[in-house]
């Protein structure tokens, strides 16, 4: 079995800063794209971050220059480095990876439980 776990989500002030991190444990192979997703309330889950097995980026344009992925592969992590934040940015944060299981020849996306991040005031 696979599990994402993140952790470092809360209420913070416009203007400051947290770090979510994403933690995969269970029978993987290897792991191959890593994202972070946000759903606010009343709208549908968008992608704010990406990171490819080789550290390739890609942001939506709404974080750019605020938000910083990044990924520790031996940890099997990936991290979201939150600046400037907006209360805008509130929303559930979910991050996902695409792996492979031990044993698969196929790889599947998983999804992590979420977790809320509040900008406010």
């Known amino acids: 079995q696979v599990q994402l776990v993140e952790s470092g989500g809360g209420l913070v002030q416009p203007g400051g800063s947290l770090r979510l991190s994403c933690e995969a444990s269970?029978?993987?192979?290897?792991?191959?794209?890593m994202g972070w997703y946000r759903q606010a309330p009343g709208k549908e889950r968008e992608l704010v971050a990406t990171?490819?097995?080789?550290?390739?980026?890609t942001y939506a344009d709404s974080v750019k220059g605020r938000f910083t992925i990044s990924r520790d592969n031996a940890k099997k992590t990936v991290y979201l480095q939150m600046n400037s934040l907006k209360p805008e940015d509130t929303a559930v944060y979910y991050c996902?990876?695409?792996?492979?299981?031990?044993?698969?020849?196929?790889?599947?996306?998983?999804w992590g439980q979420g977790t809320q991040v509040t900008v406010s005031s």
């Open positions: 269970g029978s993987i192979f290897s792991i191959g794209p």
């Open positions: 996902n990876a695409n792996l492979f299981r031990s044993g698969s020849s196929r790889p599947a996306d998983y």
């Open positions: 990171i490819t097995a080789g550290s390739s980026t």
